[in-house]
């Protein structure tokens, strides 16, 4: 973790595991921003008196290791590339720093609202399991027994909870993707997620405009698959991924 930024983090009021479940945001809207890390020195001390930070056995910052699923045709990814508007992802989420692994399905519908619902798993998950079964069932209302490991994604993350609004915001750092082998890196690129009921222009949002930074429509898995080219149908993405590598060129 960059120095200057430990120093940054350690500013802010410290909440708990406990305290951020009961803040969390399982339905929401997302506004997604991708900057740089210098963009993020200059922005995260201007957040410390109306945001706290998630703390953890004295740590701030945590490891998440993230295994996305997808059919061998790779459907989950070819329905967010065709602008599906009712589409879903399904990921093992584990967290590093506590050995905990979630099986999560994320479903995004036509209005734009994010629905994310999970399980407790191993960190390699059974399909077979009828708990795992019946809770894709549950949530998504489709077969997903034809379900194999498409892209692992690593990074380092902050968590804020806002100290007016109904807000949540992820800030993800040092994404690397990986799958058969190859392996893309992008170590200045940071991408904040503001997770909110929709109804809150809060400090983050309005900081970031003020920077002339917009919201950008972008998918952690959907641009691994597009580096890794780990499928033939790349185009609806490139558009992003140029936008990325200028970003973080400068």
């Known amino acids: ?6 120093q940054i983090v350690n500013r802010f009021d410290p909440i708990s595991l406990a305290d951020m479940g009961r803040a969390e ?54 329905m967010h590339h065709n602008g599906k508007m009712n589409r879903y992802k399904v990921r093992r989420r584990t967290y590093i720093d506590s050995s905990l692994s979630f099986l999560e399905a994320k479903i995004k519908n036509n209005k734009g609202v994010t629905n994310k619902v999970r ?42 909870v806002s100290k007016l609004a109904i807000e949540r915001v992820t800030i993800d750092i040092g994404l690397k993707y990986s799958v058969n082998g190859k392996v893309s890196v992008y170590n200045n690129l940071v991408i904040i ?9 809060t400090l983050i949002t309005r900081l970031l405009r003020d920077a002339n930074i917009k919201p950008i429509r972008l998918s952690k898995y959907c641009i691994g698959m597009y580096l890794l080219e780990v499928n033939e149908k790349r185009n609806n993405f490139k558009k992003q991924v140029l936008k990325i590598n200028k970003l973080i060129a400068n």
């Not at 973790?1 to 430990?6: E, K, T």
């Not at 399980?119 to 019946?134: A, G, M, P, Q, W």
Request: charged share 25%; proline share 4%.
């Open 1 to 6: 973790m960059n120095p200057s930024l430990l």
């Open 25 to 78: 945001l399982m339905e929401r809207s997302d506004l997604k921003f991708a900057i740089t890390i210098n963009d993020l020195l200059s922005i995260l001390p201007l957040l410390t008196d109306d945001y706290r930070i998630l703390e953890i056995r004295d740590k701030r910052y945590f490891e998440y290791d993230t295994l996305y699923y997808d059919t061998p045709e790779h459907h989950l990814y070819l």
């Open 119 to 160: 399980i407790k798993c191993e960190r390699d998950v059974d399909f077979s399991n009828h708990l795992i079964t019946e809770f894709l069932v549950e949530y998504l209302n489709v077969d997903c027994s034809n379900l194999q490991p498409s892209l692992n994604i690593n990074y380092n993350r902050i968590a804020l």
């Open 193 to 201: 997620e503001v997770k909110s009921d929709g109804k809150s222009n």
